[in-house]
Structures are given as C-alpha cells and as structure tokens.
C-alpha cells in the first residue's frame, strides 16, 4: 500500500517540479536571447515567451496535484493496513484466538464470525445455551452425531476391534480423567457448588473405569492387555486438556465442557451400544455396560454446571474464556473418534464381524 502512494505521488511531484523549473529557465532565455542563435534557439524562446506563465502555471497545479494525491492516498491505505479501532473492537467481542485465527489460518476458522450475543453480554444463566448456538459447537455435534464410526455400527459394518480400541484408549483417559477431577475439587471445593459438581465428577469416573474393565472382559480383554496398551497420541488430546484446565485454569471452563459434550457423547454411546445389542454382533448387556452408562443423560446436568459457572466467573473467569475451552474440548472430542476410526480403518486385522464370545 505503501509503495502505491509513493508510486502516485512521487511522479507527479517530480513531473511538477522539472516543468516548473524548465519554464523559468526557458522564459528567462527567451527574453534574453536575442533570437540569432539559430532556427531552434528562436522557435523555442518565442514559443515559451508567450506561453512560459501558463507552463508555469500548469506546473504547480500538477505538483500541486501530485501531493495531494499522495497524502490522500497514504492516508486510506495507512487506515486500511491498520485500523486500530476496529481490531479493537474486533478483538472485543470475538476474542484474539478467533482473530488470529480468521487472520494467520483461514481454513481453520470454524468459529461465527460474529455470536448472537457478544461475549461481554451474557450472564453466567444464559452461558450454556450462548456456547450450543455457536457454530463450532453446531458443526462438532453434527460431525459426530454422523460420524462415520457410528453409521458402520447402525449398519453392521463396524468390527469388533474397533470396540476393543476404544476400550483400550478409554481406559488411560478414564484413569487421567479421575485424577483431573481429583485435582479439581482440591482446588476449587472450597466453593459449594464446585465441591459438589467435581465430587460427582470423581466419583462417576470411578463407577465408569469400573464398567469398562467389566465390559472389556467381557470382550475377552485382560485388565493386563488395558494396562499395557500403547496410546494413540492423538486420541488424548481431550485428557490431557482437561488436566491442564483442572490444575491450571478456572471450574467454569470444565463444567460448561462437560455439559456441552456429554448430550452428544451420550448419544453416540447409546446409537453405539443399539448397534452392538443387535445382529449381527448380538452383544450381551455386559458387554456394552460402559457405554450404557453414559448413554442415559442426567437430571439437573445443567444446573449443576451453571451453579459452578456462577462461582467461575464470580472468580474471574469470563464467558469467552470458558467459550475458548469449550471449543478446544469439543475439538479434541472429535479428534478422539476421527483417530479411531482412521485407526480400525488402517488394520485389516478383525475387519470382518467378529464373535461375541
């Protein structure tokens, strides 16, 4: 932008200025010459003798010109490479991730461009139903709900070891996840509700690692073979974000997390656990106990959430940084099935449907 105004106005500048010049220094000559210096010499005088003010008229006109196309011109482009105000603005009310981003990495930029409701605006009551109308909430729960994962199941298709590996990679995050919810409470049980959603917390993984080591010998998988599992990096994304929330950031983030993901985690589990109950896996309840577990949704989930929200941002804690957080789980949740289901797709080995003994 820079280099268009100089462009524009250096040019003229110079072109008014050499005019200028020539038509004092011709005029000057004109009416000292005395015409008898040759044909040119005479042509030349006599011509700008007459006309030499009008050239030098027209030569600060277009210098003059040349200057003010210049500043006019710095002056757009210099507001238009850096309106200050308006990244402020800007910044503001979408935050600097969603800036960044739309700004360094266009094809990442999964987020609204603008929220029905700036962030600044919404009470800690309205927080959960502010985060499900963004779009990247939108867009992660469709994503899932017709995951590739779960339609192969509904018709039959999914192998059995793709069951087994989420066993396998379910059986780290839940021990991870446990520990998260411990460090939690420690740090936020002095506040009512936080001591009692983190308390739950705590103690539904518990129950959870309990259904899944019974569903996973169900399956014929050893508590040895879980133990010894090598994890898929990728498929632990969301554990070890929600440590680092747990031990570093506010309760709020990890309450309005869990109750946006839970609703569409257990309804994958519950289409996930109808597939497997039905031929031609014909699986027995046992064997599906862990995903039973979270396919039923909870009473009061939300109240109990937004009680620790309340404590959250009473604390410090904003609305769009708990939407910031939220966004990363939600992310990382469906980087968990993706990696999954690349992973059963990629092995040959179980591909076909296997027994249920």
């Not at 396998?168 to 446990?178: F, R, V």
Request: aromatic share 8%; glycine share 8%; hydrophobic share 45%.
């Amino acid at each position: 932008d820079t280099q268009v105004s100089r462009s524009v106005a250096l040019p003229s500048a110079y072109c008014g200025a050499a005019y200028l010049i020539m038509s004092a220094a011709f005029q000057r000559m004109s009416a000292n010459d005395d015409c008898n210096r040759g044909a040119v010499n005479f042509c030349v005088g006599s011509i700008l003798a007459r006309r030499g003010w009008w050239l030098g008229l027209a030569s600060v006109a277009l210098f003059s010109a040349g200057v003010f196309v210049g500043c006019f011109v710095s002056s757009t482009t210099a507001s238009r490479a850096q309106p200050s105000e308006l990244v402020t603005a800007e910044r503001a009310e979408l935050g600097d991730d969603v800036v960044f981003r739309r700004k360094f990495a266009p094809h990442l930029f999964l987020v609204a461009s603008r929220d029905p409701t700036p962030a600044g605006e919404v009470p800690p009551e309205q927080v959960l139903a502010w985060l499900r109308e963004q779009e990247f909430n939108t867009e992660t729960e469709q994503a899932l709900l017709h995951h590739p994962l779960v339609l192969a199941a509904e018709k039959g298709e999914l192998p059995l070891a793709a069951v087994r590996l989420v066993l396998l990679e379910e059986y780290s995050i839940g021990n991870s996840d446990l520990r998260s919810m411990a460090a939690a409470l420690a740090r936020h049980g002095g506040l009512p509700g936080s001591r009692a959603f983190f308390l739950s917390s705590a103690e539904s993984e518990e129950v959870a690692l309990h259904l899944l080591v019974a569903q996973a010998r169900a399956l014929n998988m050893s508590g040895a073979e879980l133990a010894a599992h090598t994890q898929i990096p990728q498929a632990h994304a969301y554990s070890a974000y929600l440590a680092q929330l747990s031990n570093y950031e506010g309760a709020g983030a990890i309450a309005a997390g869990f109750a946006v993901n839970f609703p569409t985690w257990g309804r994958m589990c519950g289409r996930i656990r109808d597939a497997l109950l039905k031929p031609p896996y014909s699986l027995s309840h046992d064997q599906v106990a862990f995903l039973s577990y979270f396919a039923e949704p909870l009473p009061g989930y939300d109240e109990a959430a937004t009680a620790v929200i309340k404590e959250g941002m009473a604390n410090g804690e904003t609305a769009d940084s708990i939407r910031r957080s939220v966004l990363l789980l939600q992310g990382y949740e469906r980087m968990f099935w993706d990696t999954i289901w690349a992973a059963t797709a990629s092995n040959p080995v179980g591909r076909g449907h296997e027994s249920n003994a």
